[in-house]
């Protein structure tokens, strides 16, 4: 009778776009690695060992669902995001090199990189720790608990090497603002990344102009004085923007002062600084001033810290970057992977050139096109229908389990989903902005596509572990 | 519960996912240039050349063909090790050459790329079959074959021209060629390009990222097949040509032959020439040819632009005749030469007083002094200037002065003064018929190119016009341009020109004819000697002449720098290529003594040769 359970209680539109994606995966691998071969089973190959990795991942999905009761996720989370602790500093002194992170354990003649596995620990951790009674996200306790959760796995990760990882991690700020969190910090996190970006595309002095307009602009609609302030915010810029020629004054010059940037962002903190000490002796019940004028502080201080930490960042880094953000263009260096993963892309065209017709991918133009570039092989290939496809199968994935995990009357359940969709939206928009030249290169897979048995094995375990809690949602 | 929060995340997503849409749109769809790159990065395209046409003479005999050849070329990135002795002992080459070819392109391996680079050039069938066997031994190594030129008669190097692998600068002029091409560039190869050329094809092969051929494009759909170059008809002589330039050998100078019934062009040599051994490949010789100081490059027949001579004398006594300031009775007298006004123009010593006739045969300096001063001063005309105008329209209505139009490249259109030259030279209003008696002589300001000469040749041959020179048939495929089936006639009425005619006739036949050396068994000759005045050295010796003088089938105009009169090198040998056209051989005795002795002169000692800079 449990047999019949599962078929009856399985959400089979989520299974389904599982196992589209698993197989549309393979066929893609298949497709950029084949060259003269025609054996789709030839076990030497990544495409052969894909087959084996997704037998087990399949094989996995079974027990999650039917062998392992749902229970045990709950109450072994912790210990699950300890040996993940273990395995991590394990990596950090035993792991293989490759590619300059020092990521993968060999098992045997399977390797194996925890980083990957971290997701699965970190949401269930997170589910555990929040879905607990009392826990409410509304004291500085639960933040700290719920940041040395993530940060002490992020941290291990970053010595890894693997950044790319950890980025994904910023996708749980949205299970945060879901389990209560103000709209507010996400917001401020969104303009702390403009501000950076700013920093790095023009000037960190041009952030700080922009952030002390932004400032303004949203004191005045605060205050409702829109006009009044939206003037205040455009003459204090155009003032600001005649500072840099008065530096150009040779008597100014020869001062031999810091950097414009500091001054400028050295006087705006100082302002706010005061201006907030004030507001507190006064007693000023004002507290969206004070937190503004703290946000202003926070972004003129990203704008000088990015700009001296991406001096600091090793060259090959700083080229990524530049590439990125069109600085620079340099389709033979640090561009020649996304330069030529948009040529492939960008000549699939509107239906591509057909399964196994892609020649940008099948006469290895692009590295890593059976990992991390994986996608150039569905754009040449599929074209933009078969593109688009795959993003709508994505985004119906997310909504779906967003969806299922809303409709679970189990918190952990819920949170866990929340996780899940998290990283599986932050897998896909990093991974194919990246292909297409929006993102920088940030080698992370594309979810259940990319060859890679870690990776396949920990959305398997997430999307099956959220799946067998929806089974058991109507239990409690 | 929150739904309200879930639509918002949500929207936030979809609206990162319809960035990501926009973009694929945008780079998939809009944007064409990556389907382009895709082509270019996976698809290489190897030409495939055609064999270029040949050039055929008037009678159907190869002139140039083709044969194989071989060039070494290597693909530097996909040389792995190989047997470098084996290839040296292969191709009789250096280790050290090797070894430099790849440090060059190590050093500039960015521009090489993938890139099949030539190694070495004209590599013989026998090498290429020792180094073909062993292939295998050479990876990256491979040879491809294209076509070279051959000659089989050693005849016109200049005429023809050659081929060579174009440059930047060439590539830059004529769009479709690309590095690693050959075009004509002198002569008929490059007057011809086009038709010889034929079309190159390619095949379409894939490559890989390291440049490795990985198969054909679409088993070869797409593949363009090459075309091969049409062959060219030409209206050349071999034989009168190769006859020809054992007639010049040792002499500077050029002959120009043209049939006047059609203007087709039977010979044209200028000497010293290149010699067709040295055209198919031309750059290992090009330093040896260029140096010489005689400038073999240079070709006379059109580009060497110099005063005529007597031979000038027929256009002015056709003026004469047409003005009406002359008639065929007309007498001057001659006391070896003309004296009038301070001026002298000396002649040689003959009978006087004599007339028209005679003075072509005699070719008296004297009469035509008379004759231009008659033009010029005849009082139908206000002043000089208006004569002179009138006497400079006849003269270029018979092709002086400008480019004739044929279709040898590089052709130039001479001088013939003007008003302007004049006023320049004395001031406006001071210059008078005596000023520029010179001109009467074929003296002074004029500048003629041997082949203006064989078409004033032709044209009096013709009694009154001519046909644009050219020397490629018409061919029904390839008509020729209409303008060669045009006469062109001069302003000069063609009543007149017989008396002209018989002026020759005589100079060749007649009592004191100038051009008594000229005269062949069975044939009616016409000529007209010229010894152009050289302040640098021996006169020029010029010839002009006609045959037979009824239908005449050849006119031809000689003229060799430094030979003297017109008698002692230039009518020898215009007279010889005469024979040999309408004959097909020298009549024993006197005629074989005489090409004897043309061919065994040498004149080279003669001519002053400037100093070549380095």
């Known amino acids: ?476 | 519960m929150n739904f309200g929060k879930r639509e918002i995340i949500l929207t936030v997503v979809a609206l990162v996912f319809v960035v990501l849409g926009i973009r694929l749109f945008k780079i998939q769809i809009l944007d064409e240039s990556y389907t382009l790159d895709a082509r270019n990065n996976a698809m290489r395209y190897e030409t495939v050349y055609p064999a270029r046409g040949r050039i055929l003479d008037r009678s159907g005999k190869t002139i140039v063909e083709n044969k194989l050849i071989y060039d070494l070329m290597v693909t530097p990135r996909t040389v792995t090790e190989f047997d470098t002795t084996a290839l040296c002992d292969i191709f009789g080459i250096e280790r050290s050459f090797i070894e430099e070819r790849f440090a060059y392109w190590k050093e500039n391996s960015r521009k090489v790329g993938y890139g099949a680079m030539p190694l070495l050039r004209h590599v013989s069938s026998e090498q290429y079959n020792r180094f073909a066997e062993r292939s295998d031994r050479f990876p990256g190594f491979n040879a491809v074959t294209r076509t070279a030129r051959i000659y089989p008669i050693n005849a016109g190097g200049n005429l023809i021209g050659y081929v060579s692998e174009v440059d930047r600068a060439y590539i830059d002029k004529h769009p479709g060629y690309r590095p690693g091409d050959y075009a004509g560039k002198t002569g008929i190869e490059r007057a011809y390009e086009e038709r010889l050329a034929g079309k190159k094809g390619y095949t379409i092969y894939f490559r890989d990222a390291a440049g490795r051929n990985r198969g054909r494009y679409k088993d070869g759909l797409y593949d363009s097949l090459a075309v091969a170059g049409n062959d060219i008809t030409t209206t050349i002589d071999a034989d009168i040509q190769s006859y020809g330039e054992l007639l010049m050998k040792n002499k500077v100078g050029s002959v120009v032959a043209i049939e006047p019934s059609t203007g087709e062009i039977l010979t044209m040599i200028s000497s010293p020439g290149i010699d067709v051994s040295q055209l198919a490949e031309i750059s290992k010789y090009y330093r040896e040819i260029s140096e010489n100081p005689y400038n073999p490059m240079f070709n006379r027949t059109v580009q060497s632009a110099q005063p005529p001579g007597s031979v000038f004398k027929l256009v002015n006594g056709l003026i004469g005749l047409q003005e009406g300031v002359l008639t065929p009775n007309t007498m001057y007298s001659c006391s070896r030469g003309y004296t009038f006004g301070g001026v002298h123009v000396g002649c040689h010593n003959h009978p006087s007083p004599i007339n028209l006739t005679q003075s072509v045969a005699m070719s008296c300096n004297a009469y035509y002094c008379y004759v231009l001063r008659s033009i010029l001063d005849n009082k139908k005309y206000d002043n000089i200037e208006e004569s002179f105008e009138m006497w400079r329209d006849y003269v270029t209505s018979f092709g002086f002065g400008t480019k004739l139009g044929s279709d040898v490249p590089y052709e130039l259109g001479g001088n013939v003064p003007t008003i302007k030259t004049y006023n320049k030279l004395h001031g406006k209003g001071h210059w008078r018929s005596l000023s520029i008696i010179s001109l009467s002589i074929g003296q002074g300001e004029l500048g003629c190119t041997p082949l203006h000469l064989a078409n004033l040749c032709a044209t009096i041959a013709n009694r009154g016009y001519y046909y644009i020179p050219h020397m490629i048939k018409d061919d029904p495929d390839y008509p020729i341009d209409p303008k060669y089936l045009e006469r062109h006639y001069t302003k000069v009425d063609t009543c007149w020109f017989p008396y002209i005619v018989e002026g020759m006739n005589q100079s060749v036949y007649g009592a004191g004819g100038t051009s008594h050396i000229s005269q062949i068994p069975g044939v009616e000759m016409c000529g007209k000697t010229g010894t152009a005045q050289n302040p640098h050295g021996d006169d020029h010796s010029v010839f002009v002449c006609f045959a037979p003088k009824d239908n005449p089938k050849i006119a031809v105009a000689a003229y060799i720098e430094n030979g003297g009169f017109g008698a002692t090198w230039a009518a020898p040998i215009a007279s010889l290529i005469v024979e040999k056209y309408l004959n097909g051989e020298i009549a024993p005795g006197t005629r074989k003594d005489l090409e004897r002795r043309v061919m065994e002169g040498n004149l080279l000692h003669k001519v002053k040769v400037k100093k070549k800079k380095r």
């Not at chain 1, 297409?436 to 870690?454: A, E, H, N, R, T």
Request: glycine share 10%; charged share 15%.
């Open chain 1, 1 to 476: 009778m449990r047999e019949k359970g599962i078929i009856r209680k399985l959400d089979w539109p989520l299974a389904v776009c599982y196992l589209v994606l698993i197989l549309f995966g393979w066929m893609n691998i298949f497709s950029a690695l084949r060259g003269d071969n025609t054996n789709i089973f030839d076990f030497s190959m990544q495409y052969g060992k894909q087959f084996i990795w997704i037998c087990i991942s399949v094989a996995l999905a079974f027990c999650i669902l039917k062998v392992i009761p749902a229970r045990i996720w709950n109450g072994t989370a912790w210990f699950l995001y300890g040996v993940e602790i273990l395995l991590l500093l394990a990596v950090i002194f035993v792991g293989k090199n490759v590619n300059g992170s020092r990521s993968w354990l060999g098992v045997g003649s399977f390797a194996l990189q925890p980083a990957e596995l971290a997701k699965i620990t970190i949401s269930l951790a997170l589910a555990t720790l929040m879905g607990r009674y009392g826990f409410s996200l509304k004291t500085t306790s639960d933040y700290l608990k719920v940041a040395a959760l993530v940060g002490i796995p992020a941290l291990l990760i970053l010595l890894e090497g693997e950044t790319g990882s950890v980025i994904v991690f910023m996708g749980l700020l949205v299970v945060l603002y879901r389990e209560g969190m103000s709209g507010w910090v996400i917001a401020l996190g969104a303009f702390i990344i403009f501000v950076a970006l700013l920093t790095l595309i023009y000037s960190p002095f041009v952030a700080e102009v922009v952030s002390i307009g932004v400032f303004f602009l949203i004191l005045g609609f605060h205050r409702g004085r829109i006009i009044a302030w939206i003037l205040v915010a455009a003459l204090s810029v155009t003032a600001l923007t005649f500072l840099p020629k008065v530096f150009e004054i040779e008597a100014v010059a020869a001062l031999s002062l810091p950097d414009i940037s500091i001054i400028a962002g050295g006087l705006t903190v100082l302002t706010s600084v005061i201006l907030v000490l004030r507001s507190f002796i006064k007693s000023s019940r004002n507290s969206f001033v004070r937190n503004a004028l703290l946000a202003l502080c926070a972004a003129v201080l990203v704008a000088v810290a990015v700009d001296i930490c991406f001096e600091k960042l090793p060259e090959y880094q700083q080229g990524r970057i530049n590439v990125l953000l069109g600085k620079v263009d340099d389709p033979k260096g640090d561009g020649y992977n996304v330069h030529q993963s948009m040529i492939a892309i960008g000549s699939g065209g509107f239906l591509g050139k057909g399964f196994l017709g892609g020649t940008q991918t099948k006469f290895g133009y692009i590295p890593e096109q059976e990992t991390d570039f994986i996608f150039c092989t569905v754009g040449e290939e599929w074209g933009f229908v078969g593109s688009i496809a795959l993003l709508v199968i994505y985004f119906f994935m997310i909504s779906r389990i967003l969806l299922l995990a809303d409709r679970n009357k189990d918190r952990f359940a819920r949170i866990f989903g929340y996780c899940t969709a998290m990283c599986i939206a932050m897998h896909v928009v990093i991974n194919i902005g990246m292909t297409i030249k929006l993102m920088p290169v940030i080698g992370i897979p594309l979810p259940l596509v990319s060859y890679g048995g870690s990776s396949l094995i920990a959305f398997t375990s997430m999307i099956f572990i959220f799946l067998r809690l929806d089974m058991e949602r109507n239990k409690i």
